[in-house]
């Protein structure tokens, strides 16, 4: 079965400092990868999608990369500040026989990142 | 305001009695789903609908049940509940379109405790 797998359980860094989460795959290659936050208490909100084909995709602070070849895709905070503080979760997008969505998601377990000031 | 509401927000039940939660979405999306999420364990699906009256298993359907009659609602059904679907539950809901990002939009969550 597909699996989705985020190693960390938790991530400590240095506001200023560039944090990275990893996001890892077995099986075959999803077509699509998504990155949502989420805040305690609350539910997650979506970041980012990144395209099987796509090496990369960026959003302001936020960097999203796919790579097929190790089965992973690495989500980039940039000059992080405490704000960024939460939990990230990436989720696999299954896609039906025409190659669209049809509603069906798997999340990792999520990392809870932690920016001290 | 483009939102996913679900109610109650907090339920405590007891073993065996029936209880249902509600979703509403004002966003006129095709695609709904239903989330628990366990500490260790992460967002699982339950059971997710394509449209109306469409619906599929999820990763952990057992023990519940789930009916699209119409476009906006997708409640989700605990005929008995037990201790184990205690829980923190998230409806969503999402466009469907291959140009678009599948954005995910939750609800605020329902937390259910089942003694």
């Known amino acids: 079965s597909q699996k989705i797998e985020q190693n960390s359980e938790a991530l400590n860094i240095q506001e200023g400092k560039t944090a990275t989460l990893t996001c890892n795959y077995t099986n075959y290659s999803p077509a699509y990868l998504q990155w949502y936050r989420q805040d305690p208490g609350r539910g997650p909100v979506f970041l980012l999608l990144i395209r099987e084909n796509e090496k990369e995709k960026r959003k302001e602070r936020l960097k999203v990369t796919f790579d097929t070849t190790l089965k992973q895709s690495l989500f980039h905070i940039t000059a992080s500040q405490p704000a960024d503080s939460a939990t990230y979760l990436c989720a696999r997008v299954s896609l039906g026989a025409g190659g669209t969505s049809y509603g069906k998601l798997t999340f990792g377990q999520g990392t809870i990142l932690t920016v001290h000031p | 305001e483009a939102q996913v509401t679900q109610n109650p927000r907090y339920l405590i039940t007891v073993t065996g009695k029936k209880l249902t939660v509600t979703c509403s979405q004002n966003?006129?999306?095709?695609?709904m789903s239903w989330y628990r999420q366990d500490p260790g364990l992460g967002l699982r699906q339950i059971y997710y609908s394509m449209n109306v009256e469409v619906t599929d298993k999820g990763d952990v359907p057992e023990g519940y049940k789930v009916s699209r009659k119409e476009k906006r609602n997708f409640p989700l059904i605990l005929e008995s509940p037990s201790p184990n679907q205690t829980s923190l539950y998230f409806c969503?809901?999402?466009?469907?379109?291959?140009?678009?990002?599948?954005?995910?939009?939750f609800g605020p969550g329902t937390r259910l405790t089942v003694t």
């Open positions: 969503a809901s999402s466009s469907a379109g291959t140009q678009l990002s599948y954005e995910q939009y």
């Open positions: 966003m006129n999306h095709e695609y």
